[in-house]
């Protein structure tokens, strides 16, 4: 199983600063990467398919980079509507496996 | 627009057996793969199963394989996962997630709390 590895654990931050969010994955995934928003209460949100691509109504300040085993998701410029837990997906391989997540707060 | 809406959780004994359905609407819900994945309470997300489009291709984590199965009826846009020989560590919320080209999951239900517990 592909493990993916998060970093930070928790970002802290101010709105209207840039944030960069880390995916490492413990072996090759090609571009088979996504990132997912959740806020409390409510079910994750996908931002992210296929590293870099945005899916359906995401704003432009959210963008992805990466292929093989590092990935980053970069807010360019923080709403208060963003701060919430991130999460990378993989299906390089079979079981699709998920980061532990990133918790974005605010400063 | 896409909706899906989870039902069945409940609180059932550990050993126990229980049937969550997912219910699909504003998609061509044949023409869809399909996710299942759960998240404990205060914890981070966990994919448990697949199903292809047309019923026939299954993929599943190995903490559920042989326990829990996926299945799906495409006459009536609904999803099922059965869960047997439930264990605590199966209390989570369980989502259904639309799937998006086998790379990603683009819709997402609001999910149904299941609790395992004596």
């Known amino acids: 199983e592909i493990v993916l590895t998060q970093s930070p654990a928790t970002l802290s931050l101010s709105p209207g600063e840039r944030a960069t969010l880390s995916c490492r994955a413990s072996q090759s995934v090609s571009s088979y990467l996504a990132w997912y928003q959740q806020k409390p209460g409510q079910a994750p949100r996908l931002l992210i398919y296929?590293?870099?691509r945005r899916a359906t109504d995401i704003p432009a300040r959210f963008s992805g980079s990466g292929s093989g085993t590092d990935f980053t998701l970069t807010i360019s410029s923080l709403d208060p509507e963003d701060f919430a837990v991130y999460y990378c997906q993989q299906r390089g391989n079979w079981p699709i496996t998920f980061g532990q997540g990133t918790r974005l707060e605010i400063k | 627009q896409v909706q899906l809406v989870e039902s069945g959780g409940d609180v059932v004994q550990p050993g126990r057996s229980l049937s969550l359905s997912c219910a699909a609407s504003?998609?061509?819900?044949?023409?869809?793969?399909m996710h299942w994945v759960r998240q404990a309470p205060g914890k981070g997300l966990e994919w448990v199963a697949f199903?292809?489009?047309?019923?026939?291709?299954?993929y599943y984590a190995d903490y559920v394989r042989g326990r829990f199965t996926v299945s799906r009826d495409n006459s009536k846009n609904t999803l099922q996962l059965q869960m047997d020989s439930l264990r605590a560590e199966d209390t989570a919320f369980y989502y259904c997630?639309?799937?998006?080209?086998?790379?990603?999951?683009?819709?997402w239900g609001q999910g149904t709390l299941v609790t395992v517990s004596s």
């Open positions: 296929d590293a870099s």
């Open positions: 199903i292809s489009s047309g019923g026939s291709v299954q």
């Open positions: 504003g998609l061509s819900f044949r023409d869809a793969g």
């Open positions: 997630a639309k799937d998006k080209w086998v790379r990603s999951l683009d819709y």
